[in-house]
């Protein structure tokens, strides 16, 4: 019983540490957002993992990329298309989400939820124009619509479209895209 208690206890700390970092990044990034806000052809020759590491309201989003091997692939030439959940998208996440996807012994979820965030092509938000598909790294398909001024993928609203990079694009939403599984 005892035991059983005790490591009740060290997960309530565990989930406990990761909700109150992912508060802090939130705090951080909310107060980048009073900073000028990237342009469109701010990270124009910036590759994708150097362009989210300058966007303060992703600092969760390209902190696991640098922790799972996708980091390797969004370096390469590209396109990519990225759509990159805020800080408010993780802080959002059920507790035992949060907690298989941050824990060191499972990259292997980390890594599939990325690669659902992560297409092989360019897509603008411009050009959507109807609703259409893009196929992720992890070919689960995305969705896109355009409903009242706004494109959304997979029922997340892209907050801050095109944002563009040498090697292709990031899209800023307001939700975590949760694999099919």
């Known amino acids: 019983m005892y035991e059983h208690g005790g490591r009740e206890t060290q997960m309530k700390r565990q989930i406990g540490l990761v909700r109150c970092c992912l508060i ?19 990270f124009g020759a910036k590759d994708l993992v150097e362009a989210l590491d300058g966007i303060g309201e992703l600092s969760t989003f390209a902190w696991a990329v640098h922790q799972c091997m996708i980091s390797d692939i969004l370096s390469e030439r590209g396109p990519f298309t990225i759509f990159a959940p805020n800080e408010e998208a993780f802080l959002n996440l059920p507790a035992e989400s949060i907690e298989m996807l941050f824990s060191l012994d499972n990259r292997d979820a980390l890594e599939g939820l990325l690669a659902c965030h992560v297409a092989p092509d360019l897509v603008l938000c411009s050009e959507v124009l109807h609703d259409s598909s893009i196929t992720a790294l992890n070919d689960e398909v995305l969705n896109l619509v355009r409903k ?15 944002i563009r990079c040498g090697n292709g694009v990031i899209h800023i939403i307001d939700q975590v895209i949760l694999n099919n599984d």
Do not use: E, H, Q
């Open 24 to 42: 802090g990044m939130a705090t951080a990034s909310a107060l980048f957002a009073l900073s000028p806000c990237p342009r469109a052809d701010d």
């Open 148 to 162: 009242n001024g706004a494109v959304y993928v997979r029922g997340a609203r892209i907050v801050k479209p095109d």
